[in-house]
């Protein structure tokens, strides 16, 4: 039996139980053992996929933080918990930062993992769920903010199918199609929804972010 601790899921309002981001924000944190943190997150060794892609909870633009679990043999992280360290500044706790200091490199777990069956792994979720963090009270979504969401295209012009999946939604109709492609094509964002909760992400809004694009969150002014 394999027994991994789990680390690096975070709160949403669907998921309120998980540790927020925000309290795990370092900017002082020396950059080298930072990058070598880095280094031995995306070492891991893919265990399984999970359902979907996940969101980045500071809404910067990364429509996919990836979804895998990855594995060193004693902690379990998502894919995208790669993403909050290198852009966001998070540090994750010493327990962790100092295991993976210690074992860097990381050691190869992949014969263990082609041999895994499901019952052969065992999940511990009360660690990280109690972890607090170095920032009481920060918070990337408390109270919801309400503003828009904007659709932006990574690189080559969006296919018609994209554009359609855009102009469903209310904002985007107030430009034709030859101008909305137009404006993606030239690496501009369109307005889709305004008005609109930061999360739970409007299932509209998951859609697009699946069809490859790029979703930002401008929050309305005053509520920054
Ligand atoms: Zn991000």
């Not at 080298?32 to 996929?49: I, K, N, P, Q, T």
């Amino acid at each position: 039996m394999l027994e991994l601790t789990l680390i690096g899921y975070w709160r949403s309002t669907a998921d309120p139980l998980w540790p927020d981001p925000a309290w795990f924000v370092d900017e002082s944190w020396a950059s080298s053992e930072r990058a070598r943190v880095l280094a031995y997150l995306r070492d891991g060794v893919a265990l399984w996929a999970t359902g979907g892609h996940s969101w980045c909870r500071f809404r910067c633009g990364t429509h996919a933080c990836g979804s895998g679990e990855l594995s060193d043999g004693r902690f379990l992280w998502p894919e995208g918990l790669a993403h909050y360290v290198e852009r966001h500044g998070v540090r994750p706790p010493d327990e962790f930062v100092e295991h993976a200091l210690a074992g860097t490199p990381l050691v190869d777990i992949s014969d263990i993992a082609r041999t895994l069956g499901p019952g052969d792994v065992s999940i511990d979720a009360s660690w990280w769920s109690n972890q607090r963090g170095f920032r009481a009270g920060a918070s990337h979504l408390s109270p919801p903010r309400r503003g828009t969401f904007v659709a932006r295209s990574p690189g080559a012009a969006p296919k018609l199918a994209v554009l359609r999946l855009i102009r469903r939604l209310p904002e985007a109709q107030a430009l034709s199609y030859p101008a909305l492609l137009e404006r993606l094509a030239g690496g501009g964002a369109v307005p889709v929804l305004s008005g609109a909760f930061e999360e739970p992400i409007p299932h509209e809004i998951s859609e697009l972010e699946a069809a490859g694009l790029f979703i930002e969150f401008l929050p309305d002014r005053g509520e920054g």
